[in-house]
């Protein structure tokens, strides 16, 4: 079944930086990559999600990028402020599939 | 906010007692999900039920079972609760697969 690696497990940023969370997949076949944000006591919400068809997707100060050749895709996060602190997680599908998570990065931005 | 409902959101139970957390979407959804959160964040998929009379279990062994009479409600039901089972639960939708999973809040439970 897929694997979904993702690193860092926790990121400390200063309000105003930029942050980066990488994850890797296992299953070629994977087509859909969706990424969510968890905040405590609530449950994850999608923030941005990318199709394998497409490379890079831009909403605001959110960014998803897609290699699909290394099988890898990342979160760019510029201009954090406080209150994008919270768990974000990524996710990889194939069609027909259920969801594989990541393990999950804790975002700090401190003031 | 997605509409996809959870109850209780906190459970504290005993050990060996039957319990059955509740999840109702009322968007119409086909497909629909139980994931374990562990203390460590990470998501286990361990139900999923992709239309009514349709359920499946996960990556994930767990003891708990599932049904999907109807399409907005899949109950999970532990029959005899133990330590073990203390974690959080999430419950998902999703109009098709590939497409935004919307979450419930949870129903954190601890078994004593």
């Known amino acids: 079944g897929e694997n979904v690696e993702q690193h860092p497990s926790t990121l400390s940023v200063q309000e105003g930086d930029s942050a980066v969370i990488k994850c890797t997949y296992s299953d070629s076949a994977s087509n859909y990559f969706p990424w969510y944000k968890q905040e405590l006591g609530k449950g994850p919400q999608l923030i941005i999600d990318i199709r394998s068809n497409v490379g890079e997707k831009k909403d605001q100060r959110i960014a998803v990028t897609l290699n699909k050749t290394a099988k890898h895709f990342s979160l760019h996060i510029t201009e954090t402020q406080p209150e994008d602190s919270a768990v974000y997680f990524c996710a990889a599908s194939r069609s027909g599939y259920a969801l594989n998570f990541g393990k999950g990065t804790s975002l700090l931005v401190t003031p | 906010e997605a509409d996809i409902y959870q109850t209780p959101r906190y459970l504290v139970i005993g050990t060996g007692k039957k319990i059955t957390l509740e999840c109702s979407q009322t968007m119409g959804h086909d497909k629909m999900y139980w994931y374990q959160q562990d203390p460590g964040m990470e998501l286990h998929l361990i139900h999923y039920?992709?239309?009514?009379?349709?359920?499946e279990k996960g990556d994930l062994s767990s003891e708990s079972t599932v049904s999907r009479i109807r399409t907005e409600h899949f109950p999970l039901t532990l029959e005899s609760a133990r330590p073990s089972h203390t974690s959080q639960y999430l419950c998902?939708?999703?109009?098709?697969?590939?497409?935004?999973?919307?979450f419930g809040q949870g129903t954190r439970l601890t078994v004593v």
């Open positions: 039920s992709y239309g009514v009379n349709s359920t």
């Open positions: 998902a939708s999703s109009e098709r697969e590939n497409t935004e999973a919307f």
